[in-house]
């Protein structure tokens, strides 16, 4: 079965102590895995979407990173302004693709 | 340049009162989706078009109907709303050919 679970639930730093959030998914025939940012009452922003095992991509203090079973999106020096939902999503099929999403992360950053 | 609208933001129903959530982009997309998010659960798909005039059900589509009779237009339609309705609801689009989904502000919908 398709699944997709993001950890933690939830997590609070201090300004400027870099962490990570993970993402682990169970798909077959994976075309796609995507973050995006969500802030309270808003839609899901993008941010990225990584193909293949090895890829990297890196916006501001974000990288994210993927391997055959998990993607880590790293969150290097944060500030308050990242305090946010962080969403995974997964893409399967062709045509008409499947997608299926985690059920976020929720960051705060503390000043 | 717009992207995704969505109306309205907000709204309130009784039990079994109808309503109508438009969703409107300016991208040219052929893909548009309606998605719902609950607490503690992943967004979860609704019903999705692949292009004018066409419509196809997702995941959790009961209760619900939908309508593309323009390009830039999917109408998400309530016929008799129930408690079990209240949620957040999304509208995505996608480009023919990509893979990413772009999202709208989204519709609050609480029903009594």
């Known amino acids: 079965e398709d699944q997709v679970t993001q950890s933690p639930e939830a997590l609070r730093l201090q300004e400027g102590e870099s962490s990570s959030l993970n993402c682990s998914y169970t798909v077959s025939g994976l075309r796609g895995l995507f973050w995006y940012r969500q802030d309270p009452g808003k839609g899901p922003e993008f941010l990225f979407t990584?193909?293949?095992a090895g890829e990297e991509k890196e916006k501001e203090r974000l990288k994210a990173t993927l391997t055959k079973k998990e993607s880590f999106l790293h969150i290097t020096a944060p500030k308050p302004e990242d305090s946010a939902t962080y969403l995974c999503?997964?893409?399967?099929?062709?045509?008409?693709?499947?997608?299926?999403f985690g059920t976020g992360t929720r960051l705060k950053v503390l000043a | 340049n717009a992207g995704v609208t969505q109306t309205p933001k907000f709204r309130v129903l009784k039990t079994g009162q109808s309503m109508t959530l438009l969703c409107a982009q300016d991208?040219?997309?052929?893909?548009m989706y309606w998605y719902r998010q609950d607490p503690g659960m992943g967004l979860r798909l609704i019903h999705y078009?692949?292009?004018?005039?066409?419509?196809a059900k997702g995941e959790v589509p009961d209760g619900y109907n939908v309508s593309r009779l323009k390009k830039q237009n999917f109408l998400l339609g309530l016929e008799s709303a129930a408690p079990s309705q209240t949620s957040v609801y999304f509208c995505?689009?996608?480009?023919?050919?990509?893979?990413?989904?772009?999202f709208g502000p989204g519709t609050r919908l609480t029903v009594l």
């Open positions: 995505a689009t996608r480009e023919a050919g990509a893979d990413t989904q772009y």
């Open positions: 990584l193909y293949s």
């Open positions: 999503a997964v893409c399967r099929g062709s045509g008409t693709y499947k997608y299926i």
């Open positions: 078009s692949v292009g004018e005039g066409t419509t």
């Open positions: 991208m040219n997309h052929e893909y």
